[in-house]
């Protein structure tokens, strides 16, 4: 099943898990709409034709939705009863945080197996270098920034722009180093509105007559994006801004081939695991590595943002 947001290379994900049961001669089936879908007894029998076609195809076939009534202690007995009705023995979870969470605590009640992939475009995962979906969410906005630069660049303005990460800033980082942004912030560095007065400052003085700052949504400097576009408006007049949100576009598209790749890897390891009886794991990969991690520390553990390409970052924007 596929729970919280969409991520591109769920559907890779759902075809690796599906043929690889196929190999091994295991029954699989689809549980639709995330843990709702379970507590609905929402499932339907895949075989390989029902994944034909699919590894290019960005969001999940099996449908996402929250599910308060999972919280609770009764929802899940109803998902548990579901389950055993539909004689499934076994649950590969695709998701993120919230869908590992969900996952350890209906192990920890009913004892129930169940492997993780991580998918979520945010790659906050304690566990893996690299989450499915983010390459792609990556490459979409350095294509998006790269469009915005040309209409910056023609009328002299400075354009703020915000992608997702409400807690993490690896997009942030990584696509605004990728597209030469002059100033990027993240959560997980709070620069001040000074340093950042400062720095555009900086950039002016140099001769730039166009600027772009890449801002994580959960940037803690500003209580938004469009606070923070006004606060620079009002102490730098010289600079017209303007600001850009690209929201959810950076979760769709057709997942890039490391996603496809990286979500057959993962959709195999998580099957071969569950045939060797193992349970309440993680899959990820790990220098290029597919490693297992305890679901418990994929959820509590601190995926570290990278210090040396934060090194990198200042050293461009000057």
């Known amino acids: 099943m596929t729970s919280g947001g969409d ?5 890779a994900a759902i075809r690796a898990v599906v043929r690889a049961c196929s190999y091994y ?34 969001g999940t076939i099996l449908k996402s939705a929250r599910s308060a009534e999972f ?3 009764e ?38 197996p169940c492997i993780g992939i991580p998918g979520t475009i945010d790659n906050d995962i304690f566990g893996t270098n690299f989450t499915i979906g983010y390459d792609t969410a990556l490459n979409t906005v350095v294509e998006v920034i790269d469009k915005i630069r040309d209409t910056a660049s023609s009328h002299n303005r400075l354009f703020f722009v915000e992608v997702m990460g409400r807690d993490a800033g690896f997009i942030a980082l990584n696509a605004g180093v990728g597209s030469g942004a002059e100033e990027i912030l993240i ?8 340093r950042l007065l400062e720095a555009l400052k900086r950039s002016k003085r140099s001769g730039r007559s166009s600027s772009i700052v890449v801002v994580t949504e959960g940037d803690k400097i500003g209580k938004s994006v ?6 620079v408006e009002e102490n730098l007049p ?43 794991l993680m899959v990820g990969l790990v220098n290029n590595i597919v490693e297992t991690t305890e679901l418990e520390h994929a959820v509590k553990g601190h995926h570290e943002i990278n210090k040396e390409l934060l090194r990198v970052s200042d050293i461009m924007s000057f």
């Open 71 to 73: 919280r609770t202690s």
């Open 226 to 231: 469009f606070e923070l576009a006004n606060y």
């Open 75 to 112: 929802g899940r007995k109803k998902a548990y009863n579901q389950l055993k009705k539909a004689e499934i023995d076994a649950v590969v979870l695709i998701g993120g945080d919230g869908t590992f969470t969900g996952g350890m605590i209906f192990n920890s009640e009913y004892n129930f």
């Open 25 to 58: 001669n295991v029954e699989c089936v689809g549980i639709y709409r995330g843990y709702q879908g379970l507590i609905e007894g929402d499932f339907q029998n895949l075989s390989s034709r029902n994944v034909s076609n699919i590894i290019n195809r960005g």
């Open 187 to 194: 959560p997980e560095e709070n620069l001040g509105l000074d």
């Open 238 to 280: 010289q600079y017209e801004v303007r600001v850009s949100v690209l929201g959810h576009m950076q979760r769709g598209g057709s997942p890039s081939c490391f996603d496809r790749v990286l979500a057959s890897r993962l959709g195999v390891r998580a099957v071969e695991l569950l045939l060797d009886g193992q349970t309440n």
């Open 7 to 11: 991520a591109p290379g769920m559907n």
